[in-house]
Nanobody, 124 residues
């Protein structure tokens, strides 16, 4: 079992930055693929960025490439998402997800552990 708790969401003006964190507890964090997903009002949950367990592979949704950075600190059992140059289109609930595997996974169906989500609102 892996428990995930997100933090760092909030209200920010367009062009601003936020850093999301996801604290993991339970089984070892090391051999665990991690990802950030988001769900905007009226839309399905979608991938934002994913990272493999050693941080050697990352994947980003096209619309966030060059603005968002996913990273992880295995010593602290924490996943991060640095979000820069935010736009109103980034407004959503952001979820942290984990899968107990050392592989790389991009779709939400591949993840079996989820946090409760943190709201990010970007005002224009």
């Amino acid at each position: 079992q892996v428990q995930l708790v997100e933090s760092g969401g909030g209200l920010v003006q367009a062009g601003g930055s936020l850093r999301l964190s996801c604290a993991a507890s339970g089984r070892t964090f090391r051999a665990t693929a991690m990802g950030w997903f988001r769900q905007a009002p009226g839309k399905e949950r979608d991938v934002v960025a994913v990272i493999n367990w050693i941080g050697s592979f990352t994947y980003y949704k096209d619309s966030v490439k060059g603005r968002f950075t996913i990273s992880r600190d295995n010593a602290k059992n924490t996943l991060y998402l640095q979000m820069n140059r935010l736009t109103p289109e980034d407004t959503a609930v952001y979820f942290c997800a984990a899968r107990s595997s050392s592989g790389t996974y991009i779709t939400q169906k591949d993840y079996n552990y989820w946090g409760q989500g943190t709201q990010v609102t970007v005002s224009s």
